[in-house]
Nanobody, 111 residues
Framework: VKLVESGGGTVQPGASLRLSCTVS????????MSWYRQADGKERELVATMISTRGVTNYANSVKGRFTISSDNAKSTVFLQMNNLKPTDTAVYYC?????WGQGTQVTVSA
């Protein structure tokens, strides 16, 4: 199983970014996928989770209303749409099944 994140970058406050997580190697479709983030000197934080079979999504309070997790119909890519970004969103973002992890993509929000 391989997860590869992309789409990070440096943006100004208020901007948007869409992260992608390309998923491969599953013999069956994944059940749940999450985005985590880890800022320098801080613990890893759960940002958003998607349950594929139920269409259920959950978000951290800090991103609710600004971030949206979704996937394509084939469930081969999981997205994190991030709007109205704040400096406090600066972190390395990871996608994960809870067992499998990607390498992360850096998001920096700075004026």
């Amino acid at each position: 199983v391989k997860l590869v994140e992309s789409g990070g970058g440096t943006v100004q406050p208020g901007a948007s970014l869409r992260l992608s997580c390309t998923v491969s190697g599953f013999t069956e479709s994944w059940y749940a996928m999450s985005w985590y983030r880890q800022a320098d000197g801080k613990e890893r934080e759960l940002v958003a989770t998607m349950i594929s079979t139920r269409g259920v999504t959950n978000y951290a309070n800090s991103v609710k209303g600004r971030f949206t997790i979704s996937s394509d119909n084939a469930k081969s890519t999981v997205f994190l749409q991030m709007n109205n970004l704040k400096p406090t969103d600066t972190a390395v973002y990871y996608c994960s099944t809870g067992i499998h992890w990607g390498q992360g993509t850096q998001v920096t929000v700075s004026a």
